[in-house]
């Protein structure tokens, strides 16, 4: 029987998820759940907070907090460009005729679009504050750094004005963009971001409401190259996109929550949201970036356990280089037997909804 019947009401949640049978959850393990919520909070709150260390996933995209004090000292070395949309910000275009700049659409004859479009800058500190002061409330670019010149980077950056969507239709690609910047570095395979970043050492892209984060790539396969001159959306780099409006997300999350256990309509709204909030993170900690993975990796935090994932077999499974991130799930169903899945809610650690 699946444990998640109910079709949900986007197409994410809408496909299937891992089969298995529905497993009674203990009247203690739900009084636990329900009740002690209120008590988790208080304790948390006092609790120091961990410090973020560097993520490095399996394509070999690397991310880790950025600091202004890094962004300035690349400015100092000479080696810290500015990719910044002029589109709805016309401080833009008067700033590009002070310094070393272009336009990425379009040739010179092109000047129409020039209102509209990103420009390259080649950064110091004061574009840097500039940036920070005036920039930085809006989803306003990326920085980036690298030892080739701007007209190289000018000509590796065109490359990417448009995109295939899925239906292989070329549309305006707004890589510079944050907000799809980052998801789509995330969902990108090793081939994608050998491609993308070309002769970019780093990329850091944030704003006011998004983390400033740097961005790079290792690469561990000698030559691999991209196959198309056109990048290609792929459905991951779909989803991704979805996922990371997280506001949106995190409702559709709440929602499908919500429909696949109705005993969790007795938990308080604040304490659902945040252990919903606290599942999408630790699903992607997993390395799931598709969202009807994601979604299903939080179903089972509910199913099971919060912490099911530090379980020895659990945790074999989700370490398997050779099983594909989009069977983990099912994978886990099927081996694990219905007497260990039972272990793992007894012994299960309702504070792990709290880990950061």
Known sequence: MNPFPRRCAVAARATTVPQRRRRPVTRATWLVLLFGANVWLAAFSRLPQKEVHMLEHDSGLVEEPAAWSEILDAAEHKRLFAVIDACQMPPVLKKAENYPSICLHGGPKDKGRHMSAPWLFHADASLVDWVREDLFAEP????????????????????????????????????????????????????????????????????????LVHYTY???????????????????????????????????????????????????????????????????????????????????????????????????????????????????????????????????????????
Not at 189 to 199: D, I, K
């Open 140 to 211: 306003w670019g990326f920085f980036l750094e690298s030892k080739a010149n701007l007209t190289e980077l000018h000509a590796h950056f065109q490359r990417f004005e448009h995109i295939a969507g899925l239906d292989k239709i070329k549309y305006l690609f707004r890589y510079y963009d944050p907000r799809i910047l980052s998801p789509f570095l995330l969902s990108s395979t090793a081939p994608e971001l050998r491609s993308f970043f070309g002769p970019v050492r780093q990329i850091t892209a944030g704003t006011q409401q998004l983390s």
């Open 218 to 356: 290792h690469s561990r396969i000698e030559n691999e190259k991209y196959p198309y001159r056109t990048m290609r959306l792929s459905e991951a780099h779909n989803s991704a996109f979805f996922t990371y409006d997280e506001e949106r997300f995190l409702k559709e999350v709440i929602a499908f929550i919500l429909d696949e256990f109705p005993k969790v309509h007795k938990i308080d709204p604040d304490t659902l949201e945040m252990w919903c909030e606290a599942g999408i993170k630790r699903a992607r900690r997993n390395g799931f970036v598709l969202a009807k993975d994601i979604m299903g990796f939080v179903g089972m935090m509910f199913r099971f356990a919060p912490d099911f994932d530090k379980d020895e077999q659990v945790r074999a499974i989700l370490d398997d280089d050779e099983i594909p991130q989009e069977k983990k799930l099912h994978t886990l169903l099927d081996r694990i037997s219905d007497d260990h899945w039972m272990k793992i809610i007894a012994k299960g650690d309702p504070s792990a909804w709290f880990e950061d």
